[in-house]
């Protein structure tokens, strides 16, 4: 059994932010996948289902970002699971907007959810890194989490919480080759193969000397001896 736990913040009002990308992947994967309606658990909303042959668990902490490892304990000594049966999904200000990575164990760089989660289970539980950029400068950084991701995002946010969907099974399977391969197939698609490949520009035809022009109206007689003189 896999616990997936997504990190935001609860209501409404941050509901777009980028720290709330954790929220908007396991809301991805549980509507994608059919499973059961969110409802109030373990100090949050719960929702279960499977990816592939594995029962999962989605959580959706709402202790407010800074105490998320209340909740995550919680549902782990409900299920009797191990860190390494933990797998976050989070926002990463070191990463593109757009990037994917995975990670086990490590430290939590200062990120409130992580570090919480870090009291109560230790380091040795899953994350999935979710780039949103950095804004520049660490003092504008609490702003920038919690604003609304930006129009000029919603593309590429879209393609990465379908590449989650989409390889959420593999992740469950502990595949994290399979499932990164799957993001990359929907953020940065191959080029078709079918794609006609640009025409070559037309050479210049060589230009001709007037004596390549003129015609040769000798006779083979006159062209031998011409070839002794």
């Not at 609490?142 to 990465?160: I, M, R, T």
């Amino acid at each position: 059994m896999r616990l997936f736990v997504g990190l935001g913040n609860p209501g409404a009002k941050y509901a777009g932010n980028r720290h709330n990308i954790g929220f908007m992947a396991v809301d991805r994967i549980a509507a994608d996948h059919g499973f059961s309606p969110w409802r109030a658990k373990f100090q949050g909303q719960m929702a279960e289902g499977r990816l592939g042959p594995e029962k999962v668990v989605l959580l959706k902490p709402e202790t407010f970002m800074n105490r998320s490892g209340d909740a995550v304990q919680a549902a782990v000594q409900f299920y009797k699971l191990t860190p390494a049966d933990v797998t976050v999904f989070h926002d990463e200000l070191d990463l593109a907007p757009g990037k994917c990575r995975v990670k086990a164990g490590g430290g939590h760089a200062g990120h409130n959810g992580l570090r919480s989660i870090h009291a109560h289970l230790g380091p040795d539980y899953g994350r999935v890194r979710l780039g949103i950029g950095h804004p520049g400068h660490k003092d504008r950084v609490s702003g920038y989490v919690l604003s609304d991701f930006a129009k000029a995002d919603q593309d590429w946010l879209d393609d990465l919480m379908r590449g989650i969907s989409n390889g959420a099974a593999n992740l469950a399977g502990g595949d994290t080759a399979r499932f990164l391969n799957a993001v990359a197939l929907r953020v940065a698609p191959p080029r078709s193969s079918t794609t006609a490949p640009k025409s070559k520009p037309k050479e210049k035809p060589e230009a001709k000397t007037g004596v390549e022009d003129a015609v040769d109206d000798r006779s083979p007689l006159q062209k031998l001896a011409d070839r002794f003189r």
